[in-house]
């Protein structure tokens, strides 16, 4: 049987592959334990800079398995919204390590990004896509509310307006009007995806690691503080990158007018 997460690693920049092509990567109860673990495990490894998540074949993700909620209809009412709070508890473990993990972590988006995909995507820093992506809330038509961080991450991202049309209509978006949305940052021929987000990987595994990350968890964590809070921690980070040895040659770098070289 193939795993249903593959974790491959490229020096600093790790790559977790939904791995489930012949579903769409829909998630079933091994995908979550799968993506549970090894982005746990790629939070806890230093030596890593950057996450890359993508779906094997042509989607990224079409959201959870309808099959495995089919085998749940034998179950009575009771027993059945019991199995499925665990579930959604059980993968909301990977949604918070992904939002909290230092590294940032870029989605690569092909095909379908649906239900639970839509949030997967939404958890990541920073989305590419193909022209041939779309996405869907899909919830509604199936008789259940949003989860992977869905209601957390989309008014957020497009506002609270277009974030209930998306989740309350349910209509399909291309990905050009994902873009002009905001909620991806980038679109690409099919052919030329890969390559821009391997780029992109490079660029920030090069990057300042302190600073990096340290950019991830200001904007992260900005929603929930007041402006007083907020720059009294963007102070305490400035200092803590000014002291290190990459910004000592990042203003070298600067002087001698060269690219930087960090460590």
């Known amino acids: 049987m193939n795993a249903p997460v593959l974790l491959e690693r490229d020096g600093p920049v790790a790559t977790l592959t939904l791995n489930r092509p012949e579903a ?13 673990a090894l982005t746990a495990e790629v939070a806890a490894d230093d030596a890593i800079r950057v996450l890359v ?19 749940s209809l034998a179950m009575d009412g009771a027993a059945r919204a ?24 870029i989605g690569c988006v092909r095909g379908a990004a649906a239900g639970f995909g839509l949030s997967l995507m ?17 919830y509604l038509t199936l008789g259940v509310t949003p989860d992977g961080g869905g209601t957390y991450w989309l008014p957020r991202i497009v506002g609270a307006r ?31 995806l890969d390559a821009a987000v391997a780029a992109a990987a490079r660029r920030l595994a090069q990057g300042p690691a302190q600073a990096v990350r340290g950019a991830k968890r200001l904007l992260r964590q900005s929603g929930g503080a007041t402006l007083s ?35």
């Open 122 to 138: 939404n958890a990541c820093d920073l989305v590419f896509a193909s022209e041939d992506a779309y996405f869907a809330s899909a």
């Open 162 to 192: 277009k974030a209930a049309e998306i989740m309350l209509l349910g209509e399909r978006l291309s990905a050009q009007a994902a873009l002009d949305l905001g909620l991806v940052n980038r679109v690409l021929p099919a052919a030329e």
């Open 24 to 36: 769409l990567n829909a998630l079933d109860d091994a995908m979550v334990e799968a993506l549970v």
């Open 229 to 263: 809070e907020q720059l009294r921690t963007e102070a305490q980070s400035f200092g803590a990158c000014a002291g290190t040895d990459d910004f000592a040659e990042g203003v070298r770098a600067f002087l001698e007018k060269r690219p930087p070289r960090f460590r």
């Open 53 to 71: 998540l993508r779906g094997a074949g042509r989607h990224f993700m079409a959201g959870g398995d309808i099959r495995l909620f089919a085998q």
């Open 82 to 105: 019991q199995d499925f709070q665990r579930l959604a508890d059980r993968i909301h473990a990977a949604i918070e390590t992904l939002a909290r993990m230092p590294q940032p972590v």
